[in-house]
């Protein structure tokens, strides 16, 4: 079993509320597509506020660099 990780960070907490529909949407997608489990956490203690951590575990890390790979 594989764990991938990517932290994302927001101007500020409104541009991250207006964009965690978008977020919602991509763990959904990757739950549904790439069979993967996925979580998207915020945090509640410590750091800057505005920011989320995608979490996704899989056996397969194939389908894990799918999932991660940016489009910058």
């Known amino acids: 079993m594989y764990t991938w990780t990517r932290v994302i960070r927001f101007k500020n907490v409104t541009s991250m509320m207006a964009a965690m529909p978008i977020c919602?949407?991509?763990v959904?997608?990757?739950r549904k597509e790439l069979s993967q489990d996925v979580s998207l956490l915020t945090?509640?203690?410590g750091g800057h506020p505005a920011r989320a951590l995608f979490v996704v575990k899989g056996?397969?890390?194939g389908k894990n660099l799918i999932a991660?790979?940016?489009q910058d």
């Open 68 to 70: 991660m790979d940016s």
């Open 28 to 30: 959904e997608y990757m």
């Open 24 to 26: 919602v949407s991509i």
């Open 59 to 61: 056996p397969d890390v």
């Open 43 to 45: 945090p509640s203690l």
